[in-house]
């Protein structure tokens, strides 16, 4: 997607070898028009594909699964990290590894809002490792939910998320930036999605 690959250009900056930051406009302050676009075409590239729900995991997930289930019209439930006294304990659950953060958190979604009537869009902000992308899988696979496919916002493609992901069984992934390489702190892109 070009307007997306432009602002990482513009605004994104590679912190350390393999980090970027885009917290000016993804994952911090928000710029709710780009997000918007980037909802239309998540509709765009799952369409006809009977999406009935989206799932995501909190924080930075939320923001771009929202404007997909805008542009889809259908809800959007994110697995929380933490254990929040109204969570019920009636949850799925599965645990991601952070290798950015290197600490493990269990991730949940309360039963009530997963069933196997249903077929998810999994989103999120980064595929890195993969970790969260498996973690929803696993979510979704104990509710005998469908998994439609995944939509990333930003893939970083010399990281093994993606095989790890295909190795898990996903189809159907779709980045809407795909990064090849950091070369001297510039961002260079493999190719823009179809
Ligand atoms: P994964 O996202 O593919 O599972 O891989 P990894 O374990 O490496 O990522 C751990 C966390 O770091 C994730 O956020 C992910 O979005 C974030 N991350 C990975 N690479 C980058 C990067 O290059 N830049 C930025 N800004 N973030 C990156 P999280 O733990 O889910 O945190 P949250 O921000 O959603 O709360």
Do not use: C, W
């Not at 250009?9 to 918007?36: A, C, T, W, Y």
């Not at 996903?170 to 702190?185: P, Q, T």
């Amino acid at each position: 997607m070009k307007a997306l690959e432009q602002r990482i250009q513009e605004d994104g900056r590679v912190i350390e070898p393999d980090i970027l930051k885009v917290d000016s406009f993804l994952n911090h302050q928000i710029d709710p028009v780009l997000m918007q676009e980037m909802g239309k075409e998540f509709a765009r590239l799952f369409a006809n594909q009977g999406v009935t729900k989206i799932l995501t995991v909190e924080a930075s997930g939320i923001a771009p699964a929202v404007m997909a289930g805008l542009a889809l019209d259908v809800p959007v439930v994110f697995a929380r990290k933490s254990k929040s006294r109204i969570l019920s304990d009636d949850a799925f659950t599965a645990d991601v590894y952070s290798f950015t953060k290197q600490t493990s958190n269990a991730i949940r979604i309360d039963k009530r809002f997963l069933s196997a009537d249903d077929h998810v869009l999994l989103i999120d902000d980064f595929l890195a490792n993969g970790q969260a992308l498996l973690g929803l899988k696993e979510i979704a696979d104990q509710a005998g939910a469908t998994i439609v496919g995944a939509g990333i916002v930003i893939e970083k493609s010399f990281q093994p998320g993606r095989q790890n992901a295909i190795d898990a069984g996903l189809e159907n992934i779709h980045s809407l930036a795909r990064i090849a390489v950091f070369e001297d702190g510039q961002v260079k892109f493999v190719n823009e999605e179809a």
